[in-house]
DNA sequence: TAGATTGTTAATCGATTAACAATC
DNA sequence: TAGATTGTTAATCGATTAACAATC
């Protein structure tokens, strides 16, 4: 049984680096700016003062995907713009629940960029008796029990958890085991969970003290 | 138990990478959760067993900064708490207004593990009646007209920007000329302000977009 | 065509990991 | 002491920038 675990890759399928992939959402709002004021192309060399980065950068990111540009012409927005919605994974139904109708879950279930962007907030959860039946942007708060139901009956792609840490890795668990194979938390704290589930942390407090840091470090 | 003391390092002039600066958090909350729990001391191997790091990595951040640790012995779990806090300058008096009193906005006010590392929200500032006088874990929220007189009687370190982008551009001007040397930005634009102010961008589409996109590459 | 700009290879730079002498 | 573990140098790995031939 020894290679049950080989982890197989298509043949010519590449492995991006994460720090290309942290730069594409980047990328896809400039240019979605540039579209709207109509801009219909764009060099590598302008792009790159505008974003501050260098155009060689820009052009090697954007070539692990595809060769999207013309020698003597540069890249059309339009096209760029669709062409990293689709790398990003925009195009499909990606169905958001969030854990914890509190202020933060509030505030991402109202965000109009992420509807923006082809993210749908199906549902929020709370165990608060006061929030739980609230319909917020027009999603509702449902009691923490009907978890399991919905989660059967509706094609979720992301939980995010805005919740006290311990709670969220009480949760984070359930969600595993449901089967939700995304996970946005908020919450301070790091979710051991088995390596298919995909997790994105937010976390302010780390945020704010690397903001810390540099004001101090600056003063001396 | 001999002494601990950090060996002495000529005044603040190394650079430290900004790589390094990112991780300093995250080790600072793992000694505070080991200081919860009564560990005394940890070698840095470990350390680098509970966060998933290397133990090399470990020793290579702490001695950026100084000797903290013993030979044979490993780190004080306290003594490097404190020492990391120093760095991250959490004993100094971090005041924070708030620019949006929004969901978000009142999510940061209510966050406390701000509070619990040295950080005091000191104000909310807004545009909306609805909201001006309210209190939000014991800060006011005030009329943004009043953003200048309240910066000239208060020492305002932190502005946090939870507003829609153009609002943001507006005002993080109207607080670098203010004199703010520090702006949490979390509206989804880049702030091209004097390179003396400090940014710390927090773009929630951005970090969406990358777990869209480790959903969409997972599945092909 | 002539100029512009990409795609891509090569060179450089920076960050991580390995190794081990110092030393508690 | 002997074993453990740091601090630090050296080796490796990865990411960024530079350069330029290809080509629109």
Redesign the interface.
């Known amino acids: 049984m020894s290679d049950l675990k080989a982890k197989e890759r298509p043949a010519g ?1 590449k492995v ?1 680096s994460p720090a290309v ?2 730069r ?3 990328y ?2 400039y240019l979605g700016d540039l579209l709207r004021n109509d801009v219909v192309r764009i060099s590598s060399k302008e792009l790159s003062r505008k ?2 980065v260098t155009a060689s950068q820009i052009r090697q990111d954007l070539n692990n995907f595809g060769g999207f540009g013309q020698q003597g012409y540069g890249y059309n927005v339009e096209y760029l713009y669709n062409e990293i919605a689709k ?4 195009n ?1 139904r ?1 169905n958001i629940i969030i854990i914890g109708a ?3 879950g ?3 279930a ?2 109009s ?2 509807i923006h ?1 082809g ?1 749908n907030i199906i549902g929020l959860f709370d165990v608060n008796p006061k929030v739980i039946g609230k319909k917020i942007n027009g999603a509702e708060v449902y009691d923490i029990d009907r978890l399991e139901e919905f989660i059967a009956g509706h094609d979720v ?2 939980a995010a958890l805005t919740l006290p840490k311990n709670s969220a890795v009480r949760i984070a668990g359930r969600l595993a085991d449901l089967g939700v ?2 996970i ?1 938390n908020f919450a ?1 704290v ?1 979710l051991n969970l088995p390596e ?1 589930v ?1 997790i ?1 942390n ?17 003063e ?1």
């Not at 790398?87 to 925009?90: R, V």
């Not at 937010?202 to 600056?218: A, F, N, Q």
């Open positions: 399928e991006i992939i942290k594409l959402p980047r896809y709002r974003m501050n790398i990003l994974g925009l499909d990606n509190g202020n933060l509030q505030a991402l109202n965000n960029d992420f962007n993210f792609k992301i194979k995304a946005w301070p790091d298919d995909i994105e937010v976390h302010l407090s780390e945020s704010i003290m690397t903001l810390s840091y540099r004001i101090h470090s600056s001396i």
